[in-house]
T-cell receptor, first 119, second 112 residues
């Protein structure tokens, strides 16, 4: 089945630094990837929709200059948290849409998530 | 946009019993309804989905039912096992390329 790899699985950084999270579709091409943020014991909050070769579409209230998204190829999207602060600490999850596959068209597969802790 | 409500928020059952989680949606145009299982510290994993042209779908111990008229869909887990313990999310999608709208999640605990 479709596999999405997310790296790193956890990262600790100092306040003011930038952190990059990678999301790769391993066995399929994904023209669209989604980035979510999840707080403890809460649902997934969509941050942005990433389309290969074009600018990401951000949800209302999400700062695009703070959360930079790049989708340069059909198998890789990156999320960079710039000038991170403690309030940016969270669980970030990417997902990719497989246009075709054994599970059916347009099934969304999630990465394992990245735990960011900003000190 | 779409609004997905999910109940209950927590559910505890004895091993071997059945568990049912219910979701409602607001947009009649929604046509795809996946269910995800999320274990602690991991990303959500698709366990079953249903499209609007089908009323019920089953995969071994799990099944999903969809009532388009009432705009609700449910996840049924039979013969529950401790390893079924996790958070379960329902979701709805309005168009083929559209985003998913998630419910708030249900923490299922199966006691041995």
């Amino acid at each position: 089945g479709a596999v999405v790899s997310q790296h790193p699985s956890w990262v600790i950084c100092k306040s003011g630094t930038s952190v990059k999270i990678e999301c790769r579709s391993l066995d399929f091409q994904a023209t669209t990837m989604f980035w979510y943020r999840q707080f403890p014991k809460q649902s997934l909050m969509l941050m942005a929709t990433s389309n290969e070769g074009s600018k990401a579409t951000y949800e209302q209230g999400v700062e695009k200059d703070k959360f930079l998204i790049n989708h340069a190829s059909l198998t890789l999207s990156t999320l960079t948290v710039t000038s991170a602060h403690p309030e940016d600490s969270s669980f970030y999850i990417c997902s990719a849409r497989a246009e075709t596959g054994p599970g059916g068209a347009n099934v969304l597969t999630f990465g394992a998530g990245s735990r960011l802790t900003v000190l | 946009g779409e609004n997905v409500e999910q109940h209950p928020s927590t559910l505890s059952v004895q091993e071997g019993d059945s568990a049912v989680i219910k979701c409602t949606y607001s947009d009649s145009a929604s046509n795809y309804f996946p269910w995800y299982k999320q274990e602690l510290g991991k990303g959500p994993q698709l366990i079953i989905d249903i499209r609007s042209n089908v009323g019920e779908k089953k995969d071994q111990r799990i099944a999903v039912t969809l009532n388009k008229t009432a705009k609700h869909f449910s996840l049924h887990i039979t013969e529950t096992q401790p390893e079924d313990s996790a958070v379960y999310f329902c979701a709805a999608r309005g168009s083929t390329l559209g985003r998913l709208y998630f419910g708030r999640g249900t923490q299922l605990t199966v006691w041995p």
